[in-house]
């Protein structure tokens, strides 16, 4: 029985604030807060349990710092954006909480992603006695479980990796993001790497794909190279990875408007005088983009996310596929939302669950695969986002 401070009202909070009102017996009490308090009140007023919510900047430590001390959770569950990772860490270090986010630490003048920064808090989370869970969403979260699962079940070695992520689904819209669209952005306009051999090999943005043919009825797809950071803590973890990659399915019709948004600079992150004042031209960006949690009604089809790994079991080398396919409608039915806020939302309040029962406990800062993965895939199964496995 524990409380839960959930911050940030987009897409995936309104997601953790219905999956954990599903769950009363862990999640005992529920603050759901954000910079809109209304935001925090809609999403309210959607379930049935009583939650509360309240008004936080979470960029500013003190704010946090009193919610916390006032509603006195156990857990505070980050899935603002990752702009107040450090912020929201910082609030559960003074006040001794555990911690839960959904993607990593990025500074706002410098699109580049890496654990280092969030990494470096594992001593002072150690001394504290509390633990921070890093990326407990699908990719990065699910997609390190499934890599983890692979290797204690399936493998001696694990040598290669790649992780696929195929969104089939249809909005309607003639350009529109899944997610938050300034982070959605600045991820896929950067440089791709990918590991090979023990160094990153770096590659022009989306400039390496193919095609590959996705189960459940969906088919061929092209998939693209990126750059996605659950790819730095599973080789750290896994050394044995020889090469890992992820990649991830866009249409024609949404790489032709990006690149147009590229080329006339709607996508940089740095400041440009507008009428006398500063604008930075991809938040402007952003307010003209439809509001992922807006698309929830009007998507159909499927998501597919997985991971494709190769190695040796006693002696024999072998390729094996785990993944997850989630219907949009089928989401949008159970908690108003579309399949990716779904595929984020349903894995932070596993995480969550897996801190406040103590079926993952650590002191310090971990990354998923860093714990058994077999509890987790099983509530994976139970809430919502059910796995396949197959062997080539
Ligand atoms: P949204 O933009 O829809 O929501 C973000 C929310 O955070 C908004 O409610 C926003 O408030 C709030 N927020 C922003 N700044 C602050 C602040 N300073 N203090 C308090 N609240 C703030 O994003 P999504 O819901 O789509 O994404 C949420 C997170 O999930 C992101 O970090 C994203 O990277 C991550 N993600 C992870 C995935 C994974 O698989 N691991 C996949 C998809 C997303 P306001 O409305 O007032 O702006």
């Known amino acids: 029985m524990s409380r839960v401070l959930i911050i940030g009202a ?8 219905h999956k954990c009102a ?18 925090c009140d809609r999403i309210a007023a959607q379930i049935k349990r009583p939650i509360k919510t309240a008004k936080v900047d979470a960029d500013n430590v003190k704010e946090t710092v009193s919610l916390i001390q006032s509603f006195k959770p156990k857990l505070v569950i980050n899935v603002a954006l990752p702009y107040q990772d450090l912020p929201i860490m910082d609030a559960c270090l003074e006040t001794g909480v555990d911690y839960l986010d959904t993607a990593n630490y990025e500074p706002r003048d410098e699109a580049k992603f890496c654990y280092k ?44 990796l790649d992780i696929i992520d195929c969104n089939a689904g249809d909005h309607g819209k003639p350009f529109a993001t899944n997610f938050n669209p300034e982070i959605n952005i600045r991820e896929i306009t950067q440089r791709g790497k990918y590991w090979e051999n023990g160094a990153w090999v770096e590659t022009d943005p989306l400039s390496v794909s193919k095609v590959y043919n996705f189960p459940g009825g969906i088919g061929d797809k092209k998939i693209y190279l990126l750059y996605h950071e659950e790819l730095e803590s599973l080789v750290k973890h896994i050394p044995t990875i020889k090469r890992a990659r992820f990649w991830m399915t866009f ?17 940089r992150i740095d400041p440009v005088m507008f009428e006398g004042k500063e604008i930075i031209p991809i938040q402007f960006l952003k307010a003209l983009l439809p509001d992922p949690a807006s698309l929830g009604p009007l998507t159909r089809g499927k998501t597919c996310i997985g991971c494709v790994v190769k190695g040796a079991k006693s002696g024999r080398e ?10 949009h409608e089928e989401c949008y039915r159970e908690v108003q ?10 894995p932070a309040m596993i995480g969550g669950m897996m801190i406040l029962t103590g079926a993952w406990r650590g002191e310090g800062v971990f990354n998923m695969e860093q714990f058994d993965p ?3 895939m099983d509530k994976l199964n139970k809430h919502g986002l059910p796995w396949q496995e197959t062997f080539f």
Request: charged share 25%; glycine share 8%.
């Open 318 to 327: 072998r390729e094996y596929y785990v993944y997850n396919i989630c219907d």
């Open 251 to 267: 249409s024609d019709n949404y790489l032709k408007h990006l690149e147009v948004l590229q080329n006339v600079g709607m996508t």
């Open 22 to 39: 599903q769950v009363p017996d862990v999640f005992s009490e529920i603050m759901l807060a954000s910079r809109t308090r209304e935001k």
């Open 117 to 160: 920064w969030q990494w470096e808090y594992h001593e002072r989370f150690k001394k504290k006695g509390i633990m921070a869970l890093l990326g407990s969403g699908f990719d990065p979260g699910v997609t390190n479980v499934y890599t983890a699962y692979a290797k204690k079940h399936h493998f001696d070695e694990i040598s290669e």
């Open 10 to 17: 987009g897409g995936v909070g309104q997601v953790v604030a």
């Open 337 to 346: 939302s579309q399949a990716i806020s779904y595929t984020t939302g349903v």
């Open 374 to 376: 077999d509890p987790f």
